[in-house]
């Protein structure tokens, strides 16, 4: 019943955290809509024409994203927006280009260019160097300083031709030291140094118009809120599916896998959410994209992991998990190459993205060919299927650029709230077993109850206790034998009221033998006892097959007048053990014992143990003047 319980209460928190979420999505679309005007989002600050890789010029519209894809270099002219009146910060945040700010007659500005080592440490040196006040510093040295100071361990001196994440912001009180003013001309060069990179314009520039601290202000606006929200996906990964897993009874793999999926789901949206205000925190530009990078690929991976779980034949999981190391295999070639130097994490990625769909679509074909034949087959696609397609349209999308939506959002979504309802299901489930295992037990206590009751009945104890007491004064020797043998008796329907497994066949038959010994005693040469054992290597419940040979005793040789004989008799088959009980007494009609209006609780019970504990059946047998036979029959399978 704990365990009910504590199902039970998972369920509510289940339905708690996905309504939180839920009101999460309200809220944050709710701060989308009214937006306040601490800043302005725009595509670019300048309001002029711009030109792709030399092409035809075209006027820029700062409120609408430029989309390009694959573009080499973008350069805009123009002046500054009118509402940089109204500002004091422009915030730039570029992925993975670089740019220069400059005006009309190319005087440098602001800028992120590639710089080699020698320049990059010329440029901190001289940084250095004015901020000294030690004129002993050795460091004041430039060949010292080069070789000595630890600007070298930062990732920027080992890829200086890498962008990677990178905010800026330009105060308005520097551009009018700089003699520029509304009405000056200025240029914004772009250059991508991915000549291979789909990616759009839009997503590698962002431009926010603010006062004082605007990117902070902007994060807190447009981040925030979808960061807190995938802390609480990161919550469902770590907490509510692997721990569910464990409450339904046993680690399922599936639920396990899927909380992986959910934690590296959760810290790669919180990357992709705040990858624009990533390098306000991470100075080093190339850590940030690393991390958001590297966070996408431990995604992947877990999405391949929890696909394969979801295979059942060896033969299909063998090659998802041959299909899952080559990509495992992809992903230390491209981390080795960046650390080497080679080409770094995102010049690598287009490779890995198509690798990634190649992947996708072998587990995919697996996956069907698996459901194909299930009768489960559409619950069973509704597990991954989104996932799977999203991964696959987010591929082609990066390929081919025919849209700016992120497929795997919604596939992942869809794919955790049909776990979160599957799971909600699974609990409900396991609940209403768990009641039933407690109705179960409780009904084959009182039917042990039931059945010691009936083996001790006032007339059994009577008559065994007169049959003893007569013996006293008879068989002295004799009466404290069966004394003994009567004491074991009561103390084994005692025992059973404790035993809830079944038991070995030689307990039950001893049990079995102390009864009959009794028995002997009151119907002394009118009863005989026939063994024939041929097999003991089985179990069954206690006390399940003393009704039977009570049945033949009291109703079987019992009503004939000259008595007769009672078999106890076993054996094994391919399939099952038998344990025969047969008699040759009067015999009965079992049609009419099915109809007399008797309950016949005792036999019920009997039948409902056997069935229960050991899936075992009872077959009777009789013919009125010739004998009962009683056959118990437990399979093998069962019994192991």
């Known amino acids: 019943m704990r365990k009910a319980l504590k199902s039970k209460r998972w369920t509510i928190i289940s339905l708690s955290l996905v309504l939180i979420m839920l009101i999460g999505l309200i809220v944050l679309g709710a701060i989308n809509y009214y937006r306040f005007d601490f800043f302005d989002k725009k595509s670019v600050f300048l309001d002029g024409s711009y030109s792709v890789d030399d092409g035809e010029?075209?006027?820029?519209?700062?409120d609408t994203p430029?989309?390009?894809?694959?573009?080499?270099?973008?350069?805009?002219?123009?002046?500054?927006?009118?509402?940089?009146?109204?500002?004091?910060?422009?915030?730039?945040?570029?992925?993975?280009?670089?740019?220069?700010?400059k005006t009309a007659d190319g005087t440098p500005l602001v800028e992120h260019v590639y710089r080699d080592k020698d320049e990059y440490l010329e440029s901190v040196y001289n940084v250095y160097t004015q901020s000294a006040d030690d004129p002993d510093d050795p460091f004041l040295d430039k060949e010292y300083f080069k070789e000595h100071y630890p600007i070298y361990y930062s990732l920027?001196?080992?890829?200086?031709?890498?962008?990677?994440?990178?905010?800026?912001?330009?105060?308005?009180?520097?551009?009018?030291?700089?003699?520029?003013?509304?009405?000056?001309?200025?240029?914004?060069e772009l250059d991508n140094p991915y000549p291979i990179s789909r990616t759009n314009l839009s997503d590698t520039l962002e431009v926010t118009l603010s006062f004082a601290n605007g990117s902070y202000l902007q994060f807190f606006f447009d981040s925030l809120p979808s960061l807190l929200l995938f802390v609480l996906v990161c919550f469902f990964g770590v907490f509510l599916f692997p721990i569910a897993g464990f409450i339904l009874g046993k680690i399922n793999y599936k639920y396990l896998t899927f909380g992986v999926l959910c934690l590296f789901w959760g810290l790669y949206m919180i990357a992709q959410s705040i990858s624009e205000y990533m390098n306000l925190w991470i100075i080093d530009s190339t850590v940030c994209m690393m991390f958001e990078i590297l966070l996408n690929y431990f995604f992947i991976i877990s999405v391949f992991f929890y696909l394969r779980a979801n295979l059942e034949r060896s033969v299909t999981r063998i090659i998802a998990t041959v299909t899952v190391t080559f990509y495992l295999l992809m992903v230390i070639a491209a981390v080795i190459s960046h650390f080497a130097g080679f080409v770094d994490l995102y010049g690598s990625t287009p490779n890995i993205y198509i690798f990634t769909a190649v992947c996708t679509i072998i587990i995919t074909v697996l996956l069907i060919i698996e459901a194909r034949n299930n009768k489960q087959a559409v619950f069973i696609l509704a597990s991954w299927t989104p996932l799977t397609l999203s991964i696959i349209l987010d591929v082609l999308n990066r390929c081919f650029s025919f849209t700016d939506?992120?497929?795997?959002?919604?596939?992942?979504?869809?794919?955790?709230?049909?776990?979160?309802?599957?799971?909600?299901?699974?609990?409900?489930?396991?609940y209403k077993e768990a009641i039933r295992y407690q109705q179960m037990q409780k009904e084959l206590y009182e039917?042990?109850?039931?059945?010691?009751?009936?083996?001790?009945?006032?007339?059994?104890?009577?008559?065994?206790?007169?049959?003893?007491?007569?013996?006293?004064k008879l068989d002295p020797d004799t009466a404290q034998k069966a004394t003994i043998t009567f004491t074991k008796y009561l103390r084994g329907n005692m025992d059973s009221l404790k035993q809830t497994l079944p038991v070995p066949f030689e307990r039950e038959l001893d049990h079995l033998e102390k009864y009959l010994y009794i028995e002997k005693l009151r119907f002394a040469d009118k009863l005989n006892i026939a063994y024939d054992i041929q097999c003991t290597d089985f179990e069954l419940p206690l006390l399940s097959i003393q009704p039977l040979v009570e049945n033949a005793v009291k109703h079987g040789v019992g009503m004939k007048e000259d008595g007769g004989t009672v078999t106890i008799a076993t054996r094994e088959t391919d399939k099952a053990y038998e344990v025969i009980i047969s008699d040759d007494g009067v015999g009965f009609d079992t049609e009419a014992k099915k109809n007399d209006g008797r309950s016949h609780v005792g036999m019920e019970n009997t039948r409902r143990r056997l069935k229960d504990m050991c899936n075992a059946d009872v077959e009777i047998t009789s013919v009125i003047g010739e004998g009962t036979v009683a056959r118990v029959i437990i399979p093998k399978e069962n019994n192991k």
């Open 57 to 62: 010029w075209t006027p820029i519209d700062p």
């Open 66 to 101: 430029i989309v390009n894809h694959g573009f080499h270099k973008v350069v805009f002219k123009g002046k500054l927006l009118p509402e940089l009146e109204f500002f004091t910060n422009i915030n730039i945040s570029t992925k993975n280009i670089w740019y220069t700010l």
């Open 447 to 472: 039917a042990k109850v039931s059945i010691m009751v009936s083996q001790i009945q006032p007339h059994f104890l009577y008559n065994s206790l007169s049959s003893i007491a007569m013996l006293c």
């Open 156 to 188: 920027e001196m080992f890829y200086p031709d890498t962008p990677g994440y990178y905010v800026q912001t330009i105060d308005m009180d520097y551009l009018k030291e700089m003699g520029v003013t509304m009405d000056t001309e200025l240029v914004l």
């Open 405 to 430: 939506i992120h497929f795997y959002i919604f596939g992942s979504a869809i794919t955790m709230l049909y776990q979160i309802i599957r799971l909600i299901r699974d609990l409900k489930k396991q």
